[in-house]
């Protein structure tokens, strides 16, 4: 299968040249981190294949704009296309589908790998019709990881009429989001940012929101779904205990 690969990551283009030496299945006619490049290439030589970043940062072009330009073509036979990208939203996605993508990878999931993009442009090669399957779509995962958060905090009575709850729901739900990303502010400074409100202010909502479980709730309840230890002077788990735990304790669940 004759791959072109668009991505203006070094590494990624370092990656699928290894992957390349140990297959006879596939064959890259080139790697550019630039559409307007990619779109000669296709013209060109006729890749079967394309592996598209979208961004392209540290290239020239988007490859929203090479999209735009090869549906511009008319090829006879077009090429099957997997976007490869860190950007998850709606409209993105909306985009792709609209514009004939065959298959979606988002970067940051857990079991992303460059083997799984080529073994899936592979599995594509012998469909004539374009198949648009997105991984992880971000509706569908915000709404199993918003349901999660729930969950755990209804089993240890954290009564959702307090705004610590909101507040509690909405840091555990940051941290899960920006697990691996070293760039993000700290939770503390997306719940001001969001809510307009005190540091102090909502780490005391937060707190209250916690005693009062621990005021409520069974014993039993607390020792079965919290697990953590917690400083035995205080008898409670400070904010931040609690929403690391929750975040850790849901994302091994996903």
Same mark, same amino acid.
């Given at each position: 299968?004759?791959?072109?690969?668009?991505?203006?990551?070094?590494?990624?283009?370092?990656?699928?040249?290894?992957?390349?030496?140990?297959?006879?299945?596939?064959?890259?006619?080139?790697?550019?981190?630039?559409?307007?490049?990619?779109?000669?290439?296709?013209?060109?030589?006729?890749?079967?294949?394309?592996?598209?970043?979208?961004?392209?940062?540290?290239?020239?072009?988007?490859?929203?704009?090479?999209?735009?330009?090869?549906?511009?073509?008319?090829?006879?036979?077009?090429?099957?296309?997997?976007?490869?990208?860190?950007?998850?939203?709606?409209?993105?996605?909306?985009?792709?589908?609209? /514009?004939? +993508?065959?298959? !979606?990878?988002?970067? %940051?999931?857990?079991?992303?790998?460059? @083997?799984?993009? &080529? #073994?899936?442009? $592979?599995?594509?090669?012998?469909?004539?019709? /374009?198949? +648009?399957?997105? !991984?992880?779509?971000? %509706?569908?995962?915000?709404?199993?990881? @918003?349901?999660? &958060? #729930?969950?755990? $905090?209804?089993?240890?009575?954290?009564?959702?009429?307090?705004?610590?709850?909101?507040?509690?729901?909405?840091?555990?739900?940051?941290?899960?989001?920006?697990?691996? #990303?070293?760039?993000?502010?700290?939770?503390?400074?997306?719940?001001?940012?969001?809510?307009?409100?005190?540091?102090?202010?909502?780490?005391?909502?937060?707190?209250?929101?916690?005693?009062?479980?621990?005021?409520?709730?069974?014993?039993?309840?607390?020792?079965?779904?919290?697990?953590?230890?917690?400083?035995?002077?205080?008898?409670?788990?400070?904010?931040?205990?609690?929403?690391?735990?929750?975040?850790?304790?849901?994302?091994?669940?996903?």
């Amino acid at each position: 299968m004759k791959l072109l690969l668009i991505e203006d990551d070094v590494k990624e283009h370092d990656i699928y040249k290894e992957i390349e030496k140990t297959r006879n299945d596939i064959k890259f006619i080139a790697m550019t981190n630039s559409d307007e490049e990619g779109i000669n290439i296709v013209e060109k030589y006729k890749p079967d294949g394309i592996i598209l970043d979208l961004e392209l940062t540290k290239g020239t072009g988007t490859g929203f704009n090479f999209l735009e330009k090869l549906n511009k073509l008319k090829l006879k036979n077009k090429p099957k296309i997997i976007v490869t990208t860190n950007i998850c939203s709606e409209s993105v996605y909306e985009f792709l589908h609209e /514009n004939n +993508v065959d298959f !979606i990878f988002y970067k %940051k999931q857990n079991d992303y790998s460059q @083997d799984k993009v &080529i #073994n899936t442009l $592979l599995l594509l090669k012998g469909y004539s019709n /374009n198949i +648009v399957k997105v !991984i992880k779509d971000e %509706k569908e995962c915000k709404n199993i990881i @918003d349901e999660k &958060i #729930n969950k755990e $905090l209804d089993l240890i009575g954290v009564s959702a009429h307090l705004q610590g709850r909101k507040y509690l729901h909405d840091a555990i739900y940051y941290i899960i989001e920006n697990y691996n #990303n070293t760039d993000k502010i700290t939770t503390m400074q997306y719940l001001v940012r969001k809510y307009k409100k005190s540091n102090s202010t909502i780490s005391r909502a937060m707190q209250n929101a916690i005693l009062h479980a621990w005021r409520i709730s069974p014993l039993e309840d607390l020792i079965t779904h919290y697990t953590a230890r917690i400083n035995y002077e205080t008898g409670v788990p400070t904010p931040t205990e609690f929403m690391y735990y929750y975040a850790n304790k849901i994302k091994k669940q996903l």
